[in-house]
């Protein structure tokens, strides 16, 4: 374990080790480029004398409460540019020690352990000027885009002319900008013979929140959110060349978009474990956000039986007020009324019966199937055969919408309409909490 020269560190010790032992090891940790310059005791006391505090040769901090609870405060004090796990098990278990890492890289402080070393994620300038809310998430189809539409839809209310930056795993190759007024089915089926991905997350906000959305693309996402390439920067400059009132900035699954952002939205599904967020990275998301928007939560698939404490734990990280519960429902993009439709999806099948029934009640129309196969090629293609007669196929604009399940359509002569997914607040006034998070990040940007 090594670093560059004459870092400002701030030591983990514990009171399993030996007073002489831990000495040593600071003194060790200076000739390998460490510049301790505090110790903080997170725990044991088996080699220490109770109610006393060992010397180790530098100013020794023993905050009380939870390991993680010690950094931080020792953090506030120290600032320092990275923390020493000297510490170990039992004082430190697997769990404590993600957290005590999170902690670390929340306060953009990398954490270095033996044989481990976590840096905070790259977090790009945005353009001068330009207010940026970003929108981040603990995994995939957790429900982070239907988050950034509602956002954009609000701002659009509010007359922010919003523009939304969305990276992906199939973004285009260049930022793209996707105008809603130029596109329609026939553009979506021109893309994916040009063997492009025609369900990117630009496409899909662009169509579903009526606003101009750019895509960009992303490779790999670290533990800690970082991709390893991306064209964000790119994107965002092209966002910024429009003048918006706000650039909504998307992640892509659990990784985040790599620009500092005035404020941040994390999404977390109800059936996400709560102790992740005390024993995980997940904690470094919850601890950067200034919202929590909880999804996925209603209709037959219930969410964990931990909701509760899921929720509490959230507000009590965030605050009361930062914290909301939705729900979804399906929004067909166009007028099915009367017609027989196979609806599509990626949702659960309990949560696609769901959504069938909530698309038959309030379109008109007569759902005579369905498939939650959307991300499953060979099996939507399956389900797609077996389908009985239908005048349209009402879908989401994810995975293969494009080339599986509207190419099939136009071969039989029906109709394509998307389906949007429409999020309201389920516990607590969304719309009020998306509209101070907003203004968050404006105020944020002229502060600076």
């Not at 009171?15 to 480029?33: C, F, K, L, W, Y």
């Not at 929340?106 to 300038?125: H, Q, T």
């Not at 189809?141 to 701002?155: D, H, L, P, Q």
Request: proline letters at 7%; one cysteine or more.
């Amino acid at each position: 374990m090594s670093g560059p020269a004459d870092r400002r560190t701030l030591a983990l010790v514990d009171g399993e080790h030996h007073p002489s032992v831990m000495r040593d090891a600071i003194i060790e940790a200076g000739t390998r480029g460490y510049a301790v310059v505090a110790a903080v005791i997170i725990g044991g006391t088996e080699k220490i004398t109770a109610g006393t505090l060992p010397d180790l040769g530098v100013p020794l901090l023993a905050p009380r409460g939870s390991p993680a609870a010690a950094l931080a405060e020792a953090l506030a004090d120290v600032e320092p540019e990275v923390v020493l796990d000297l510490s170990d098990e039992p004082v430190l278990s697997p769990g404590a020690r993600m957290a005590c890492a999170a902690e670390a890289l929340a306060r953009d402080v990398c954490y270095e352990a033996p044989g481990a070393r976590f840096s905070p994620p790259r977090r790009d300038l945005p353009p001068p000027g330009l207010a940026c809310l970003a929108v981040t998430g603990v995994g995939k189809r957790i429900g982070k885009t239907a988050v950034s539409v509602a956002i954009a839809r609000r701002a659009s209310v509010r007359g922010l002319d919003p523009v939304v930056v969305a990276m992906g795993r199939g973004g285009p190759a260049e930022p793209e900008v996707a105008d809603p007024l130029a596109l329609d089915m026939d553009a979506l089926l021109a893309l994916a013979a040009a063997g492009r991905h025609a369900a990117s997350d630009h496409l899909e906000i662009a169509l579903t929140a009526g606003v101009v959305a750019i895509g960009a693309r992303r490779a790999g996402g670290g533990p800690a959110g970082e991709p390893f390439a991306d064209t964000v920067a790119e994107a965002l400059a092209l966002a910024s060349s429009r003048e918006p009132g706000l650039a909504i900035l998307d992640g892509s699954g659990a990784a985040a978009p790599p620009i500092r952002a005035h404020a941040e939205v994390l999404v977390v599904p109800a059936l996400h474990e709560w102790r992740r967020f005390e024993e995980t990275l997940d904690r470094m998301r919850l601890l950067r956000a200034d919202i929590a928007v909880v999804t996925l939560g209603d209709g037959p698939v219930p969410g964990s039986e931990d909701l509760t404490h899921l929720l509490e734990l959230l507000r009590d990280a965030s605050g009361e007020a930062n914290v909301v519960a939705t729900r979804t429902e399906p929004e067909a993009m166009g007028d099915v009324r009367g017609k027989d439709a196979f609806f599509l999806t990626t949702a659960h099948p309990d949560a696609a019966a769901h959504q069938a029934a909530a698309l038959e009640g309030s379109t008109g129309c007569r759902i005579v199937g369905w498939s939650a196969r959307l991300a499953d090629r060979a099996g939507l293609a399956v389900d797609l055969d077996a389908a009985p007669g239908y005048d349209v196929i009402l879908t989401e604009l994810k995975a293969a919408a494009v080339d599986v399940a509207a190419a099939t359509a136009r071969a039989r002569g029906a109709e394509v309409v998307l389906v949007a997914n429409r999020m309201t607040g389920n516990e607590g006034d969304l719309e009020a909490l998306l509209d101070r998070v907003t203004d968050l990040a404006r105020d944020r940007a002229m502060d600076i």
